[in-house]
């Protein structure tokens, strides 16, 4: 069992940047790949990005590529999401997720809360 923890999320200017942190729980983190997505109101939940358990392999959505970077700190059971040059387009919930196995855009077991991201134009 994994129990997530997000924070770092708030009101940003377009062209701002945020560095969202995912605290987990657990000793099993360590070799669980983790991702984030977001959702915004009246939309689907989306992929945002994934990192592999070792950190190495990493995967992102199109629309933030160049612009988020993720990352996994296993020493302190945290993973992260700096995003930068924000836009209006990127003001949702976003959530840290981790699952066994291989990064991928799917197939995620535990999921965090959440933190509100608001971008203003």
């Known amino acids: 069992q994994v129990q997530l923890v997000e924070s770092g999320g708030g009101l940003v200017q377009a062209g701002g940047s945020l560095r969202l942190s995912c605290a987990a729980s657990?000793?099993?983190?360590?070799?669980?790949?983790m991702g984030w997505f977001r959702q915004a109101p009246g939309k689907e939940r989306e992929f945002v990005a994934a990192?592999?358990?070792?950190?190495?392999?990493?995967l992102y959505a199109d629309s933030v590529k160049g612009r988020f970077t993720i990352s996994k700190d296993n020493a302190k059971n945290a993973g992260y999401l700096q995003m930068n040059s924000l836009k209006s387009e990127d003001t949702a919930v976003y959530y840290c997720?981790?699952?066994?196995?291989?990064?991928?855009?799917?197939?995620?077991?535990?999921w965090g809360q959440g933190t509100q991201v608001t971008v203003s134009s």
């Open positions: 657990g000793r099993t983190f360590s070799t669980y790949a």
């Open positions: 990192v592999g358990w070792s950190g190495a392999a990493k």
């Open positions: 997720a981790t699952k066994m196995g291989v990064v991928s855009r799917t197939g995620y077991d535990y």
